[in-house]
């Protein structure tokens, strides 16, 4: 996380350069008598090892800019209360009932939206629709979709919203290669975007071992370089389209099973991710990716004892070793893979001391009642629900849902 200090470097050599003027450092003359100092490429004739040499970097150098956004985003912070900071910590699934109002009661961060919530309306209606839901809290909400493309089309499966539905990634590619991979992204930018959505959850960057994996007509293929070509024309595609986009499902999916109905195990050796899963992972961080979902796969050579989306050493991963700063998300807590490992609502807490920042969620309320209770016991760290809040924020604030200086 970045901090809004001056930086000492950018200091030091001011307060060295004024000492030096006023004699009160050895090797350096008052300014009347106009002594000389050696530069660093050139070392002082004399013997005397205190003498100072003065940095390279010049001293009227400007400090780094403050990100307005982050500025902006720890003025709202600071102005926010307990509860409504618990509530944008949740990207829960959208009620069938009352969404709107159960949107401010809760203070919810965001809504995930599926293909029940549009097969009976129209782009007309959805417009409305959604522009109730992101207005309802104080704080406009995120609304995503799992919009991939192929077996994945919650919108575009209706004809009342598009004449056909999208293509998967693999037949994008064989139509047009690349270059109709981004012209697919840039169109569904704008389809999503011209209806209130803001966040697709996509692009998928799991590299299956086979076709016959369970992730691979998903996927873009067995290749995780040609995937990692793919991830990020798709990331950078969404940036420019102002659409959220959201890498997944990490650490990757490879050869595994279907975590929604079971529990899986994935033994593979750390080299596999290395040279393979983590490729794609890579290339959509360094193209701007704006958020990573961590799956419920349990991956033992990171952590055999939980899945990861609950485990510390997976998104210790994503901090450090990936230097990720963005938002991290959970697979949705009522799937099948982590519910053994937490009961009820306590999957919550479970996937916050982890270090997830946003928790995909059918059952938001009791876990919204379980996560501020877990804070107000101080079971939850104040400082690390903060900085959950503040990058949940900031990525609003650079979609465009909170205007500049609000």
Request: net charge negative; charged share 20%; proline share 7%.
């Amino acid at each position: 996380m970045k901090t809004f200090r001056f930086h000492f470097l950018f200091l030091a050599p001011l307060l060295v350069w004024c000492l030096l003027l006023a004699g009160c450092l050895p090797g350096g003359d008052s300014a009347s008598t106009g002594g000389d100092v050696s530069s660093p490429a050139e070392p002082s004739s004399h013997s005397d090892s205190s003498s100072v040499f003065l940095p390279s970097t010049p001293a009227t150098e400007p400090a780094p800019p403050i990100d307005p956004a982050e500025d902006q985003a720890l003025v709202l912070l600071s102005a926010m209360t307990l509860e409504e900071k618990v509530g944008q910590l949740f990207l829960a699934r959208c009620p069938e009932e009352n969404a709107a109002t159960l949107a401010a009661q809760y203070h919810l961060g965001g809504y995930v939206l599926f293909a029940r919530d549009f097969e009976e309306q129209t782009p007309e209606s959805m417009q409305g629709i959604l522009d109730s839901y992101r207005s309802a809290p104080a704080i406009p909400m995120l609304l995503a979709v799992d919009e991939e493309g192929g077996t994945v089309n919650r919108i575009s499966r209706f004809s009342s919203f598009r004449s056909e539905p999208f293509l998967s990634p693999q037949a994008l590619y064989k139509a047009g290669g690349l270059d109709a991979v981004s012209a697919d992204t840039v169109e569904k930018c704008a389809f999503l975007s011209s209806l209130g959505l803001n966040v697709n959850m996509a692009p998928v960057c799991d590299v299956p071992a086979s076709s016959r994996d369970f992730i691979y007509e998903r996927s873009f293929g067995s290749d995780a370089a040609a995937t990692s070509d793919y991830v990020q024309t798709v990331v950078s595609a969404m940036g420019q389209g102002s659409i959220g986009s959201v890498l997944k499902h990490f650490p990757g999916y490879g050869p595994n099973g279907d975590t929604h109905s079971d529990l899986v195990h994935d033994d593979r050796p750390l080299s596999q991710f290395e040279e393979c899963d983590f490729l794609p992972f890579q290339a959509g961080i360094e193209a701007g990716a704006d958020a990573v979902l961590v799956s419920h796969n349990i991956v033992s050579v990171f952590d055999p004892d939980c899945p990861a989306s609950l485990s510390p050493a997976v998104h210790e991963l994503l901090r450090s070793d990936f230097a990720f700063d963005g938002v991290l998300i959970t697979d949705d807590l009522a799937m099948e893979g982590v519910a053994a490992f937490a009961p009820g609502p306590e999957v919550a807490v479970r996937a916050l001391q982890a270090g997830n920042d946003l928790l995909c969620t059918t059952d938001f309320i009791p876990q919204y009642e379980a996560v501020l209770q877990a804070a107000r016991e101080g079971e939850l760290s104040v400082d690390a629900l903060d900085r959950s809040v503040l990058r949940i924020l900031l990525w609003k604030i650079r979609l465009g849902l909170i205007p500049a200086g609000d």
